[in-house]
C-alpha cells in the first residue's frame, strides 16, 4: 500500500506543540491497537516537550542530536514529537503497522529539520544488533496489555538498553480484566533488571496528564 494510500482509511487528530505548530497524525478506521493513538501517547509527547527538557529560551534542549528508539510505536506520534525537538529516532513496530508510520513520518516531514525519524521492524524477542550501539533514550507508550508479549519486551528492553540508557515508559493503568496481573508480571520481571523511578506529576505537562497514566523512568541496574 502506498504512502498516498485511499485518504478515506483514515482520520487525523492533530497534536499542538509548544512553538504553535500541530503534528497531523493519521490513524487506522479500521485495524488493532497500533492504528489509533492512544491517550498515554499524548502524555508521553507532551513530557518530551516540557521545559526539563527543551526549553528555547533557556537554551536547554536534551534531545538534540540524542538517539531515541520508540517501542511499539503503533502511529509513530512520540517519535515525530522527539524528532521535531532533533532528536535522532528510529520508531519501531510489527511489519503491519509500517504503512501507517511512514504515511505519518511523510506527513509531519516539513516539522522536522535537525532531528530524523526512520521506520523499521523489531519484534520483540528476536536480535536488535541493527539497532545498536544502545541509543540514549528507549521511549514506549501503552506497550504493557498483553500477557504473552511481557518476557519479549523485557528481553528487548534488556538487549537495547546499556548502562547510559534511559527507557522512558508511559502507560494508562487499567483496572478491567486480566490488565492488573499483566502489569503486575511486567513490573516484577523487569524490577529485576532495572530501577523504575516514577516521575511525579508535577514534571509532566500541566494540561497532558492524567492520575491513570503514569510515566516511569527505567534504567539496568548495573
Known amino acids: 500500500m502506498a504512502a498516498d494510500a485511499n485518504e478515506n482509511?483514515?482520520?487525523?487528530?492533530e497534536i499542538e506543540k509548544n512553538d504553535g505548530c500541530a503534528l497531523k497524525v493519521k490513524q487506522c478506521y479500521l485495524g488493532d491497537v497500533g492504528c489509533v493513538v492512544w491517550d498515554a501517547a499524548i502524555v508521553l509527547a507532551k513530557y518530551l516537550e516540557t521545559k526539563q527538557f527543551?526549553?528555547?529560551?533557556?537554551?536547554v534542549n536534551v534531545w538534540a542530536g540524542r538517539r531515541l528508539l520508540e517501542l511499539?510505536?503503533?502511529t509513530g506520534v512520540v517519535g515525530l514529537m522527539a524528532a521535531t525537538l532533533g532528536a535522532q529516532v528510529t520508531v519501531t513496530d510489527l511489519e503491519d503497522l509500517q504503512t501507517l508510520l511512514r504515511v505519518?513520518?511523510?506527513e509531519n516531514q516539513a516539522h522536522i529539520s535537525s532531528g530524523s525519524v526512520t521506520a523499521k521492524v523489531l519484534k520483540w524477542g528476536e536480535d536488535v544488533s541493527d539497532f545498536l550501539p544502545s541509543p540514549h533514550y528507549v521511549l514506549m507508550a501503552d506497550c504493557i496489555y498483553y500477557e504473552?508479549?511481557?518476557?519479549?519486551?523485557?528481553e528487548t528492553l534488556k538487549l537495547l538498553s546499556g548502562s547510559d540508557t534511559c527507557i522512558i515508559c508511559c502507560y494508562e493503568q487499567r483496572t478491567e480484566g486480566g490488565n492488573p496481573q499483566v502489569e503486575r508480571q511486567f513490573f516484577e520481571l523487569l524490577?529485576?533488571?532495572?530501577r523504575v523511578e516514577k516521575i511525579p506529576s508535577d514534571k509532566q505537562d500541566p494540561e497532558f496528564s492524567s492520575p491513570d497514566i503514569h510515566i516511569l523512568h527505567i534504567?539496568?541496574?548495573i
Do not use: C, M, T
Open 9 to 13: 482509511e483514515y482520520f487525523v487528530r
Open 54 to 59: 527543551h526549553d528555547p529560551s533557556g537554551g
Open 72 to 74: 511499539g510505536a503503533g
Open 104 to 106: 505519518n513520518i511523510q
Open 148 to 154: 504473552q508479549s511481557i518476557v519479549p519486551l523485557v
Open 191 to 194: 524490577e529485576q533488571h532495572f
Open 219 to 221: 534504567r539496568k541496574k
